[in-house]
């Protein structure tokens, strides 16, 4: 018969395994995954997999355990249920099938999806129908890191070349003799460039105001404020510029996501394997990539615009205008490949908050009949739309009036108390 997956503390209906549409069975997902695992270059010795034998270790708990052991750990984790949390582990791996050149070989896993009601673990192309809904966990390794962090360097990096390039190439056309019939459609294209680039630039302000305040706040606590405005003002303008240069929650936030004081966000500090890694669970692959990209779906369309207008004009001066071909020709690629890549960015982020929002708003619209579980979703819901949809929280007499400096719950302080603010129900992303 049908049984409830959990997401996020909602019972939702689901068919069982067997009826999935062309799944393979167990056994053999099985057997895939044992292939996948790559063996010791020395002993030739492949990892245990599913792993039979797992240690928990509390922070305080007195273990034998060396700190160099092959065994697999559980050193931190918030996930409640012991059924769950064993599954996940065991079924975890860092390595999966994929291709190369054409070849088949093994890639390095960076997230799963996974039933928060039983554990069990979905990679790749091992997925139910799309209809069945899974959470979602992400594999936190130093390889992913530095992959991240890499791609991050190569972004902003193209990105700087674009906007040296563009200004550079304005200047040249402006102050060099020759070019003074064409001084009016310069002039037009570099103030339209301009002014795309302070847009994004002022949204990249605003964003950042808007975490500095959310982070900064007692019911998060990441930022510390209580230090000298030249600080503050260093630590506001590198954020500032993180966000501009669209780096990514995986690499700016990585102190938050791998903390593991969380308040409902499923979370595990592994030894797998010989590595040391982190599981971090989300409400599913899509609301992953939208805490991963906050606020990027702003800025992105006007950094879009202000490379449309340089391309067209680079396309312009080339047919038109008496310039240096290779001038122009080797000023572009980096434009070029910073369009393609910010396209490609925001297709996908819009795609993935048009989704998540449907979700969201179903799940506050749900009624709880007095259910924990149900008020608790729902309640998670209406952060996550407060964060991503700038949607202002209600006040449903539930939460403690405190300070919103300090977070102490004495209303006579200075300062202290905590104003209502009207529910207001989301119609459109």
Known sequence: GNFALRVGGISLPMVPPSSWMGGPSAEK????????????????????????????????????????????????????????????????????????????CPRLVTGFEYSADSGEVFFEKEAPREDAKLAYGRLITLNRWWQQLTITGLFMGFSILDLQANALLFFQLLMTPGYEGFFAPTVVCMLLWLFFVVISLALAIYEAKHEWASKSSVTIGDIITEVHWTERLLCFMSLALLRFFFVTGEVKDVVIQVHPWKSIQPYAALKMDGTRSHLVGFLNKDAYAIENRSGQH???????????????????????????????????????????????????????????????????????????????????AKKFLHQHWKVPLDDDGQVKKRCTGCGRPDRALPGCGASAVASIVPQAP
């Not at 245990?48 to 750990?73: C, S």
């Not at 929002?357 to 179903?362: M, P, Q, T």
Request: proline share 4%.
């Open 29 to 104: 997902i099985l057997q895939e995954r044992k292939a996948w695992q790559v063996p010791c270059q020395s002993c030739k010795t492949t990892w245990e997999y599913p792993r039979k034998e797992l240690h928990f270790v509390l922070p305080g708990d007195k273990h034998e355990i060396a700190p160099e052991t092959h065994q697999t750990v559980v050193i931190a984790s918030n996930i409640k249920e012991a059924a769950v949390q064993e599954k996940l582990v065991k079924h975890a791996c860092f390595t999966r099938e994929g291709r190369f050149a054409g070849f088949r």
């Open 298 to 380: 702003q800025g992105l369309p006007f950094q879009l615009l202000g490379k449309a207008v340089t391309l067209g004009f680079r396309i312009y001066a080339l047919i038109h205008m008496p310039v240096d071909k290779l001038t122009v020709f080797f000023s572009s690629p980096a434009t070029v490949t910073t369009a393609i890549w910010t396209t490609v960015k925001l297709k996908s982020i819009m795609h993935q908050r048009r989704k998540v929002y449907k979700e969201l708003a179903e799940t506050i619209n749900r009624v709880s009949d007095g259910d924990a579980e149900m008020d608790k979703a729902k309640s998670h």
